[in-house]
């Protein structure tokens, strides 16, 4: 039992770049989630996904867009990179229902974007 | 929109001294709050979360925490800090188990 994985670990992009960070769960839970980690500024959310093929807007999804691919995975694409970008990356889940919605996260994503 | 604040960047405490770090929030209803752990390097750990009923209550590694309506808070409490306890605590808030709102963390110092 995995818990949440994402793909890659850490990863460089020159601006202008496109890359697709993967995560997946094997928790068969059905809302997921994306966020940004800033120093000082915590957690942020980009995108979410309550159930599968939904997906909705967080705080902050200028230049990102998300794809939930079925009930396991959840991606999050940048489709043309900017330094503003650089940040750790989290993907998270959660069952979404009264009787457990704390979220999972997964170990996260390092981007720079020079 | 909601918005959670935790006042205290960074805090020290002496080994087996009680710790406290502060949390309040901003929202009309009732949250759902969380506190949550982050070693360097890892992602996040639940520590405990509050949905209803008993305002205090008890997490994992002998943490608790208590709600206080009229103050906004979900502090979160220790009696004795051990050096691993040493990592950035973050407190959460939601009511939709849609979005939820993270504090800016705080960095917990554990000095010997």
């Known amino acids: 039992n995995a818990g949440v994985t994402q793909t890659p670990k850490f990863q460089v992009l020159k601006t202008g770049q496109s890359m697709t960070l993967q995560c997946a769960q094997d928790?068969?839970?059905?809302?997921m989630y994306w966020y940004r980690q800033d120093p000082g500024m915590g957690l942020r959310l980009i995108y979410y996904?309550?159930?599968?093929?939904?997906?909705d807007k967080g705080e902050v999804p200028n230049g990102y867009n998300v794809s939930r691919l079925n009930k396991r995975e959840f991606s999050l694409r940048l489709e043309s990179a900017a330094p503003s970008q650089t940040s750790v990356y989290f993907c998270?889940?959660?069952?979404?229902?009264?009787?457990?919605?704390?979220?999972?996260f997964g170990p996260g994503t390092r981007l720079t974007v020079t | 929109a909601q918005s959670v604040t935790q006042p205290d960047i960074h805090i020290t405490v002496s080994e087996g001294a009680s710790l406290e770090l502060r949390c309040n929030y901003s929202?009309?209803?009732?949250?759902?709050l969380f506190w949550y752990v982050q070693s360097p390097g890892q992602g996040l750990q639940l520590l405990l979360k509050y949905f209803s009923g008993d305002t205090l209550v008890q997490g994992i590694k002998g943490f608790e925490a208590e709600f206080k309506r009229s103050q906004s808070s979900f502090n979160l409490r220790k009696p004795s800090v051990h050096w691993s306890d040493a990592a950035e605590y973050f407190c959460?808030?939601?009511?939709?188990?849609?979005?939820?709102?993270f504090g800016s963390g705080t960095k917990l110092n554990v000095k010997p």
């Open positions: 928790m068969n839970h059905n809302s």
């Open positions: 959460a808030v939601t009511h939709n188990f849609n979005k939820f709102y």
């Open positions: 998270a889940s959660s069952e979404g229902t009264a009787s457990g919605y704390e979220q999972y």
């Open positions: 929202y009309g209803a009732t949250p759902y």
């Open positions: 996904s309550a159930s599968e093929g939904t997906t």
